[in-house]
């Protein structure tokens, strides 16, 4: 049974720092994509994300670039995203996903599993 579940979410200052983490089961962590997602109040879930099941390389969008790094953990079969210099507009439920994507994508329709979210708040 695949499963995803994250963790690591929280309150954190303007300018604070959080690791989440995504622990992954039912599957092997270098088959799959592993992305991370996020939507805000109001908002479309947009990709954030991506370390691809190829390479391992990983791919951001342009808003967290230089703050965000995404990295894999095999001894946890898990994935970490750290975040950097919050910024209030990262907040957002942030969610992982697994997918069969060789070069990696943060397209949301090329994932096939979703874990449950985690709620990051950026605020004073």
């Known amino acids: 049974q695949v499963q995803l579940v994250e963790s690591g979410g929280g309150l954190v200052q303007p300018g604070g720092s959080l690791r989440l983490s995504c622990v992954v089961s039912?599957?092997?962590?270098?088959?799959?994509?592993i992305g991370w997602f996020r939507q805000a109040p109001g908002k479309e879930r947009e990709g954030v994300s991506c370390?691809?099941?190829?390479?391992?390389?990983?791919l951001y969008a342009d808003s967290v670039k230089g703050r965000f790094t995404i990295s894999r953990d095999y001894a946890k079969n898990a994935v970490h995203l750290q975040m950097n210099n919050l910024k209030p507009e990262d907040t957002a439920v942030y969610y992982c996903?697994?997918?069969?994507?060789?070069?990696?994508?943060?397209?949301?329709?090329?994932?096939?599993?979703w874990g449950q979210g985690t709620q990051v708040t950026v605020s004073s």
């Open positions: 996903a697994a997918g069969l994507i060789y070069d990696g994508s943060l397209s949301e329709d090329e994932y096939d599993y």
């Open positions: 370390i691809s099941s190829n390479d391992g390389s990983a």
């Open positions: 039912g599957f092997r962590l270098d088959y799959y994509t």
